[in-house]
């Protein structure tokens, strides 16, 4: 079994956007992952973030599209997805406060840490530095 990946906003959106620079990267990255039994995990927060910066990029079909994929692949159980309920945002809050001296990082990639935390993931889907910057042992792939 695959060790269990976060997928970041920004994965998603490499593996969607064509245009995107690191799309093949990212394609090729997500492509080996669920073929060889992979899940990811994300949550609704991120979903939310892709599907708004899709929307913009790309036309209504190609989004609609992948929305459609995104949910199947959560009916099917080929991806786990994790909604950000009252404690994982008030424990978000705490870490919002906590790192104060980093004020680049966005309250969504906070709830990120905390599910990532919770469930023991230490490899997540992202170009974001945030996620190494933040000292919980999270680690960039690919």
């Given at each position: 079994?695959?060790?269990p990946?976060?997928?970041?906003?920004?994965?998603?959106?490499?593996?969607?956007?064509?245009?995107?620079?690191?799309?093949?990267?990212?394609?090729?990255?997500?492509?080996d992952?669920?073929?060889?039994?992979?899940?990811?995990?994300?949550t609704?927060?991120i979903?939310?973030?892709?599907?708004?910066?899709?929307?913009?990029?790309?036309?209504h079909?190609?989004?609609?599209?992948?929305?459609?994929?995104?949910?199947r692949?959560?009916?099917?159980?080929?991806?786990h997805?994790?909604?950000?309920?009252?404690?994982?945002?008030?424990?978000?809050?705490?870490?919002?406060?906590?790192?104060?001296?980093?004020?680049?990082?966005?309250f969504?990639?906070?709830?990120?840490?905390?599910?990532?935390s919770?469930?023991?993931i230490?490899?997540?889907?992202?170009?974001?530095?945030?996620?190494?910057?933040?000292?919980?042992?999270?680690?960039?792939?690919?």
């Amino acid at each position: 079994m695959k060790k269990p990946i976060f997928f970041d906003s920004w994965g998603w959106i490499a593996v969607v956007d064509r245009k995107d620079p690191y799309h093949k990267t990212a394609k090729h990255f997500y492509e080996d992952y669920v073929n060889g039994g992979g899940i990811p995990i994300t949550t609704d927060y991120i979903l939310d973030e892709v599907l708004t910066v899709l929307r913009r990029r790309l036309t209504h079909q190609v989004v609609v599209k992948f929305g459609d994929g995104i949910f199947r692949a959560v009916t099917i159980e080929k991806l786990h997805l994790k909604l950000i309920d009252n404690g994982r945002r008030e424990k978000a809050w705490e870490l919002f406060k906590k790192y104060q001296d980093k004020p680049n990082i966005s309250f969504t990639d906070f709830t990120s840490f905390v599910v990532m935390s919770e469930f023991k993931i230490r490899n997540v889907f992202t170009g974001d530095d945030h996620f190494e910057k933040v000292n919980l042992g999270f680690k960039k792939v690919p």
